[in-house]
């Protein structure tokens, strides 16, 4: 049964694929011309200090009614012609987001649990170049290999206009929802993230999002000796549990803070409404003290995870009087893997991640502004074309629920190219039906 069931999946899966190749190559071709324009912008990055100056976007063609806002944490759509914002620009104040405690207190020193070091508070804010007189934070050194010297001083050519990739992805990069996740991604596909995000590939939908158009300037910034140094050190890293997903009809009242929703209290008094909240566990520890140990709980909606499983394991196909009726989307872990942890060399893994994380990219690659050089993400834009802001809370609330295999690594390569023999890929996860329990 189990067994039908997968072969089933995969047929269909198959069959979308099959007549999605012709539109790939307008789609791609399309791509390729909106990018061409982009003109670089390490020179600016470099030569503009004290103020970043990023590469102009082309955002036009973006059908902004259906952005998820929850999953930017705005409340409010961009305008047109919004200005691109960029995050901890050289001489730009130290993330004050809780500014006001005394000198004392902002030495005092801390620390979180389960660690054995201490930090002043002083040092956790200090977010710029440590060349600059800033440091990264490490709550866990023994949690990972030696860490390579642009996670840790930022790209060399940027001098000290460079950050540090610890200071937002976390020293493990376990990342947090406001930016993403290297940790535990295969290397191949962080490889290639850096290379689309250096040729403008890759942006996000959302112009205000300063931390992503920081990125960009950052990939551009590095040699390909440190794209491969951090790609194999995050990628060694295995990929721990991370969100707490909770279904519910209230939430706490949040503020937004930092591209965050912040817990005002513990108590639920807000209807949760057409989105997911997804918040510090322990906003001291994991928020203000940025411990790569902590927990986000994502609040999502009553009965999203069910409907979410609907279209991720099966597309949302049907079979009607011994019919298949053919869904919206085609089965993710046709390319994703069986249990959803990606598949070396550069499919990425989704389970357990981020779902603030998640909707982003599905809407940026459902929009276009996120294109790249590997040619299944035309497949991939496919595959999301039709969902719906509903069907991004409930895809990305049961992805989020996923457990993660035991290694916490992505699948090994299957050596079949991704467009020519989908149903190769069989990572350890046992078949897909396997995950209809939940
Ligand atoms: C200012 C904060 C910031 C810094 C510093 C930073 N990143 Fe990022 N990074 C981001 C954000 C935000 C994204 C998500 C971009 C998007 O898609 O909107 C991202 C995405 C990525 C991704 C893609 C992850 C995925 O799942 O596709 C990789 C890989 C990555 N960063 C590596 C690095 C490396 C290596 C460095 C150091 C040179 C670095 N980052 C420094 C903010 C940062
Ligand atoms: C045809 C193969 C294919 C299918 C089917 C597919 N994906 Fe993907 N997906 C990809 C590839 C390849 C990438 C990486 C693209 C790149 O290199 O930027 C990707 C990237 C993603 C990302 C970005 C991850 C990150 O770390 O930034 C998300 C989210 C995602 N897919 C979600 C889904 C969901 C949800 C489904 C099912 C509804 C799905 N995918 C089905 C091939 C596929």
Redesign the pocket.
């Known amino acids: 049964m189990k067994q039908r069931a997968s072969v089933i999946i995969q047929g269909i899966?198959c069959l979308?694929?099959g007549a999605a190749i012709q539109r790939v190559y307008d789609t791609w071709s399309t791509a390729a011309r909106q990018t061409a324009k982009v003109a670089p912008a390490v020179k600016a990055a470099q030569t503009a200090d004290p103020v970043w100056t990023v590469a102009k976007v082309d955002r036009s063609r973006i059908n902004y009614s259906g952005q998820p806002l929850w999953a930017w944490a705005v409340t409010e759509l961009p305008e047109s012609g919004e200005p691109q914002a960029v995050q901890g620009a050289p001489g730009a104040p130290a993330n004050n987001a809780n500014a006001g405690p005394s000198e004392e207190e902002l030495n005092r020193k801390r620390t979180v649990s389960g660690s054995k070091l201490q930090f002043s508070l002083k040092e956790i804010r200090t977010v710029t170049n440590p060349n600059a007189g800033g440091q990264i934070v490490d709550w866990f050194p023994d949690d990972h290999g030696p860490i390579p010297d642009v996670v840790r001083y930022g790209p060399k050519a940027m001098g000290k206009n460079g950050r540090p990739c610890a200071t937002c992805h976390l020293a493990d990069g376990a990342g947090r929802p406001e930016n993403?996740?290297p940790a535990g991604?295969p290397e191949g596909?962080i490889l290639?993230?850096l290379q689309?995000f250096k040729n403008d590939l890759?942006h996000s939908a959302d112009p205000r999002k300063g931390n992503s158009n920081t990125m960009v300037m950052l990939a551009k910034g590095m040699s390909d000796d440190e794209m491969k140094e951090s790609a194999r050190y995050f990628a060694s890293v295995a990929w721990r549990p991370h969100v707490k997903v909770v279904e519910t009809r209230l939430v706490p009242k949040t503020k937004i803070q930092g591209e965050l929703f912040i817990p005002q209290s513990n108590k639920l008094t807000e209807p949760i409404g057409n989105r997911i909240v997804e918040t510090p566990t322990n906003t001291e520890e994991n928020n203000t003290l940025r411990s790569a140990h902590g927990t986000w709980t994502a609040y999502v909606p009553v009965g999203s995870i069910k409907k979410g499983k609907d279209?991720?394991v099966r597309?949302g196909m049907k079979i009607v009087n011994g019919q298949i009726v053919q869904g919206k989307?085609?089965?993710?872990a046709?390319?994703?893997g069986t249990d959803y942890m990606g598949i070396a060399p550069?499919?990425?893994?989704?389970a357990g991640?981020s779902p603030s994380?998640?909707?982003r990219?599905?809407f940026d690659?459902q929009q276009g502004i996120?294109?790249?050089?590997?040619s299944?993400?035309a497949?991939?834009r496919m595959?999301?074309e039709k969902?719906t802001p509903e069907d991004i809370i409930n895809?990305?609330a049961y992805?989020a629920s996923l457990p993660l295999s035991p290694s916490g690594k992505p699948a090994p390569a299957t050596g079949e190219p991704?467009?020519s023999q989908?149903n190769q890929a069989k990572p350890a996860g046992g078949p897909v039906a396997s995950l209809q329990t939940r």
């Open positions: 899966a979308a694929l993403a996740s991604l596909y290639r993230q689309d890759r279209l991720v597309g989307t085609t089965a993710c046709t390319c994703h550069d499919v990425p893994p989704l991640r994380y998640l909707a990219e599905i690659i996120r294109n790249g050089s590997n299944n993400i497949l991939m595959v999301v969902l895809i990305t992805l991704i467009t989908p």
